[in-house]
């Protein structure tokens, strides 16, 4: 029989967040800790600290073998769990996890207009939030980038495969993983980046870093205007699932009108 009441606990997803934002499971890596000394590494209250590691103790997150006394369990050892880069980038309060799980009080506003309803919490939309908060738009693109979806295949077939492929457009391509993999496997190869402005200027210091500035044109702006037309693939990886289909559409149409009859428009999951 389905457990309704732990449906619908919140107590455990936000004591999650909280242990991964404050980098318990990196002090504990050092061995049990006394919660006293835990609370005073990480900056916060112990007492508070105690019945949030305790909570989790009790799903099997942390041990405590001693009462006020924590350790790491396999749920959170030196190799993954709580110190796994790509979990924490989507945990952390600090960052943008903090406003993805923020953005869900939300929701309700979301199912009653259809709407997203992020900035009746934020004041702007989820990108518009980015591109004001510098350091919430790093936060995304380091989740979107290799740490939070692997490394980019660059022998995936494009339609039918590359021969005859100059240029390749890549669309919210983030700071530019993916279409750096192409470019070092095919040397013929040039690329353009169409990106947000701030995580533009990202790119064209990660590019510089991999020695393609030469080959690449970063594009800042939005990819509902007009793109660069003609060239031989347009790439859009993992950019639809974060988008209403109006929204979608609208970015796909932008992609068919640049690619006009010869070219390609490769939508990858």
Same mark, same amino acid.
């Given at each position: 029989?389905? !457990? ?29 800790m ?14 508070? #600290? =105690?019945? *949030?590691?305790?909570h989790?103790?009790? @799903?099997? $997150?942390?041990?405590?073998?001693e009462?006020? *006394? ?12 709580l110190?796994d ?8 309060l600090?960052? +943008? ?13 979301? +199912? ?48 039918? &495969?590359?021969?005859? $492929?100059?240029? $390749?457009?890549?669309?919210g ?5 993916? #279409? ?9 190869? @040039? ?15 990660s ?6 500035? &030469?080959?690449?044109? $970063? ?6 205007d007009?793109?660069?037309?003609? @060239?031989?693939?347009y #790439? +859009?990886? @993992?950019?639809? !699932?974060?988008?209403?289909? =109006? ?11 640049a690619?006009g ?5 490769? +939508?990858?999951?």
């Amino acid at each position: 029989m389905v !457990n309704l009441w732990e449906m619908a606990d919140l107590s455990t997803p936000w004591a999650l967040r909280v242990a991964a934002t404050l980098r318990i499971a990196d002090r504990l890596a050092e061995g049990p800790m006394e919660v006293g000394d835990l609370a005073e590494a990480v900056g916060c209250d112990a007492a508070y #600290l =105690r019945r *949030t590691l305790t909570h989790l103790a009790g @799903k099997g $997150v942390f041990e405590e073998p001693e009462p006020g *006394t924590f350790a790491l369990n396999d749920a959170a050892p030196s190799s993954g769990g709580l110190r796994d880069e790509t979990l924490r980038l989507f945990l952390d309060l600090d960052g +943008v996890g903090g406003r993805m799980a923020g953005a869900w009080t939300t929701f309700l506003a979301a +199912v009653r207009s259809g709407e997203p309803a992020y900035q009746e919490l934020y004041g702007r939309s989820f990108w518009e939030d980015l591109e004001a908060h510098p350091e919430l738009g790093e936060s995304f693109d380091a989740l979107m980038g290799p740490v939070g979806h692997g490394e980019f295949d660059p022998e995936i077939l494009v339609g039918a &495969d590359w021969d005859g $492929v100059t240029e $390749v457009v890549d669309v919210g391509g983030g700071t530019g993983a993916a #279409l750096t993999a192409i470019l070092r496997a095919r040397p013929g190869v @040039k690329g353009t980046l169409v990106e947000l402005p701030g995580t533009a200027a990202r790119a064209v210091e990660s590019f510089a870093a991999s020695g393609l500035s &030469d080959r690449v044109t $970063v594009a800042g702006g939005s990819f509902y205007d007009p793109l660069p037309a003609g @060239k031989d693939v347009y #790439l +859009v990886r @993992k950019v639809l !699932n974060d988008l209403p289909d =109006r929204e979608a559409l609208a970015l796909l149409h932008r992609c068919a009108e640049a690619a006009g009859a010869s070219g390609r428009v490769v +939508v990858l999951g």
